[in-house]
């Protein structure tokens, strides 16, 4: 998906029904959009439909800014949860970081080269170990030391930045501190953290360590959304490596920098481009 | 997709065009039709369009019969290609085989515990070698042997049977004979093949050999439709499994027998359930 | 390695020391053993080495049935665990089953074909339903049914059988029976499960379920020896297998089988290979 | 393999005899060096011997600085091929780039976490575009343009450039000349490639449109030594990853440069660490 096609994309779920399809499309063909992109998914145990359309807005017959509430009376009709973006509206994205420069790199190179349809606005840490970083890539770069004492305190004020930067997606690229329920509350299923096990296994801290003691033979990586469950928000994208018995802990932390950064990376990926429905503790991922 | 829901499944491919999907989806509504799956793509560097559609037949208000013919104006007008196949109309296939078992054995076995939504005939073979595995799944086995000069004539015999049996899809498991163009015109993308490389790699005989000289790190399967240039046909599948220096000819034999059994499985699978379009040397798989 | 060698094989832990390698390969050297295949680890973290070492005997100075004798002293000057076993005497194993065939006739097909060097002897299970397939390679069918009250008893009705056929190794091919202490006591690290998750994820029953109820993005399998704490003994082979949002619960168990199959096909070939040392809750496969 | 631990590592191949495990570790036994890993791979079908051993240096009995020459008539009577590294003695290396960044970038920042035991010396480019790359990492930066006619001249400097820098491996990461005769017959089994597709698949330019244009399901990249023949010198490293029919080029490209700089990067890794031995046209990698 390219930026220089303009286009707006419908994320939308509800009870399943018939004609969803067939008025949705319509609904576009009346207006003059050309669908570039569409798959839909039928939960049929549940009962429940999950779409994500994209189309070419060049031709449209309606303003595209109206778009949205020319849709409304129809998703109220389907009872449905939904969101139209224009490839315009490019989301806002905070990273938060700590100490460990593998994940922000990662992101940081791959928004420099275009990868990342999206606006990197700021970097946040509790440590200024990576102003460096930020810096090199022209990232402003705001340090929130966090004690038990200060950590309401603190996240207000992260809080308060967001909202004036106008952040809606948060990407916790090895930050090393648990969110308070309030600042989850502020960001449903909009904060992305990258969790270095292939969870439900080894969730908490020091996943590598507890996997060597385990003896497994292969690690995993784990980017989810962030509930007030400490490692158990909806997966967006997992992925494993191969160890063996001669892989110490040491051997086992480079292999899994590798993970971490990839799947973080994917994960980031579909969640910028509108690819994520979460229902309950699960993802639909249109990949 | 399971045998005890009724449906039926659309495949269509033509010019992109407005509009495609919404008439698409509208003809199926308007006949009572409910969207299980729906898949669709547009190549927009050729301006293709591609669709899968499996839709709900119970409460049609059309008898299913009338499915095709009701498309056909609709087709016609978007210069399409494209089947429309009822779920009970199971596709009706033949295996073809020489002296190693693990492809017919796979497939054989898959078939036993309904993995594939389809009837499996008969069994061909230039050799008597399998006939007891065939006769252990009580399946009809056929020999056939080939000499350079009967070719032409056992071919004209094997089609004859084809015909007689109405199959539809021929799968080559580990088939050790080169199909004349004639047979391979009587099915159009519709010979499935496994071949044991990570094609375009390794083409012609002995890939494993030419693998283990070459000193490759992977070997590879390779599942395609046959055209009249050997292993050259559409490629529906593939996979690749890793390989060390301690591995001689026989583990890399072994290793390979894994992966085409599981190659050509899937193969088999995605088109019997009407998976795959084809698309000049590509296809499109809607997996 | 193949059957047309005649060759033995060492497998020894012991604490680390200088000069192991050294004394062995000169003990084996001193009586015309020329070595094939060493593998050496040593832990630095806990002060331990594994050796595995593979000999060619054709041209020894003593007789063959001594080795082990001869190598005595220098084990117990190492303080070492060890084993020493030549390739005439084959594994002899007892493959337990319950309803599900797939993982049974895995094995027993790979057997048919030579990928085992080693001798599966029998069949046992709680039910009789996959006598056809035992008898279908030749291979005796005891059925002991298995109630709370009396499982003790057929058990040791099992054990007996073990022990009359010399069985020095079990393979549990989806056997739905918890083994009772006294039974896993008999065979320390020779009992091989197969569990269907990446554990420690999923541990128990129904782990498919479990899986699609958390929304993983890939499933496992795991190939572990029995111990007594349920799904927590040494791990010997893992891997897994990718899912999304279209595949429903039979989906994951379709693909799961695939991955059951040739998880314990993998395990088994290790172990009877002698490529597994077991350190507390790890393995060293020496693959 | 950790810089804080003195060791020494002998990496030796050559034909197959009785006694060479033997006599090599009785050689370092005898010295005082304990092994610390030992891996040893026999090619039964010609013949060959290879081996590589690590041992700690803490407790030898003769200098260190002398080990190459104590063993050198060992060495002339199994009439091998061998090189004794200290890992005092980092290996130096020299990476040669045009204008795309991932590699060069990966490889730039892996070293800066100490994750190559080496000294990356220079970068070498025919473009001045990734100056600020290397400056970054605080690099010398070379640019020596290319063209037709200054080819042999421009690389002359080169060479003596690496020369007067002691450098003895040479990395293309992306470097997009072809080298000459002269030039590689200068640095043997020490240049080391990264070509965009699965070799033997798609060698040559434009790997990943060839792919395209296939209609493989999975690319590939590969790192290999560089011979006088394009794309085809000893295969170090490859690895895949799966693509489909919505993956456009850009796509694919995408997908691809991942794989590069992992590729290179494990390749580079295994060289570095003195894990690959190379016999003909193949290599053995002890990783």
Redesign the interface.
Known sequence: M?GNVRSATLLLSCTDQ??????I??F??ER?G????????????DGLF?IRVTWDTH?LTIPIASLAEAFTPLAKEFGAQWTIRLSDARHRVALFVSKY??CL?EIL?RHS?G?FDADIALVVSNHPDLRYLAE?HGMPFHVFPITAQNKAEQEGKELALLKEQRIDTVVLARYMQVLSKGFIDAYPNRIINIHHS?????SGSNPYKQAC??????I?ATSHYVTEVLDDG???????ARI???D?L?DVI?KGR?LER?VLARAVRFHLEDRVLVR??????F?
């Not at 018939?18 to 008025?23: F, H, K, M, T």
Request: net charge negative; no cysteine; charged share 35%.
């Open positions: 390219s018939r004609g969803l399809v067939s008025r499309a319509h576009l063909f003059g050309n669908i570039l992109d569409l798959d839909e998914h039928v939960d049929t145990d999950f031709q420069d593998h790199q190179w080269i990868e090199r292939f969870l439900p296994a080894f003691e385990r003896g497994v033979k292969m995993g909806p997966i967006i994208e997992q992925d494993i063996s018995h001669r110490r040491n480079r590798d990839l309950g503790r699960k993802t639909i991922v990949d």
